[in-house]
């Protein structure tokens, strides 16, 4: 548990250090300000980054479940979260955000290929830094895999970013 315990503070404090929550905060604040709204997707377990934000104790101000892209329009902003970067509905409907101009935050573990990634389409990428297990067992593998855990750090610190913008405007 200790060993569990240091590797969630040192991703953590990686996270915390490498990446833009500031510049994911403005990009939102921009549809909560003007006539846009801000939606969530989550695939697979990162679908708990949207719960929290749709039926949190502290909901993040006009946010919506992204179910139909005809509703997305310019002025809207996406919160798009996969466990990789190469998951490949994640990439489908990044594509097709891209084509209608949606400005989006992709929140995944950033996978290097040669191909086609969400950190190469986003507005703004943040990285989870989980590509694989964290704890090494006694017989050699690897387990626990938190990235929505992960996810929901990076979205909680976004968030409170975020709600100092708003407060700030209103």
Known sequence: MKMF???VN???SRIY????????????AQAAIGEGKIYIKGFNEMEAV???ALE??????GALRLTKLDDVSDTDRVILLSRFSNDAEALALAEKLEIKGVPFISICGDVKSDGNDLSKLTEIHINTSLLK?????ESGERICFPTSMAALFIYHCIKLTFDEIIEEYE
Do not use: C, I, V
């Not at 949190?56 to 101000?61: C, D, F, Q, S, Y």
């Open 5 to 7: 315990l240091t590797q």
């Open 56 to 61: 949190g104790a502290e909901r993040l101000k």
């Open 50 to 52: 949207t719960l929290e």
């Open 17 to 28: 250090e490498k990446e833009q929550f500031e510049d994911s905060a403005r990009l939102l």
């Open 10 to 12: 040192g991703l953590f």
């Open 133 to 137: 297990p964290m704890l090494p067992t």
